[in-house]
């Protein structure tokens, strides 16, 4: 995954807007990390990576989640490699619920966290 160029966003930004969609920026630090375990903060980068290998290894696909792992090259972290497998595997629509997911995580424990699609 690469970080797209300041003229592409607006592009994408541009586009959106015209076709009525929703906009939302997400933003996060590492002050807003949980202070106890399973506590209400924005998970870590590895805690999304291992959401997103649980959603493989639910699908009965762990093996080909580990064999993009390997096999995908460039300069970058666990982070995006596994946001581009789930977009890869399972769509768009898994990533937007895997960020629901974490900023719900935010605001309130997990046992509170609806079931999503």
Do not use: H
Request: glycine share 6%.
């Amino acid at each position: 995954m690469e970080i797209a160029l300041s003229a592409m966003l607006l592009t994408r930004l541009k586009s959106t807007v015209l076709k009525k969609k929703k906009i939302m920026f997400l933003i996060g630090s590492g002050c807003s990390l949980p202070e106890i375990t399973n506590g209400p903060g924005v998970p870590s980068a590895q805690e999304i990576v291992n959401d997103i290998k649980q959603i493989f290894v639910e699908n009965g696909d762990s093996e080909v989640y580990d064999e993009f792992f390997e096999t995908i090259q460039g300069d970058i972290n666990d982070y995006q490699k596994a946001t581009q497998a789930l977009v890869q595997g399972f769509g768009q629509d898994e990533v937007n619920n895997v960020i629901i997911k974490a900023v719900l995580k935010s605001r309130i424990t997990i046992k509170y966290i609806p079931n999503l699609p």
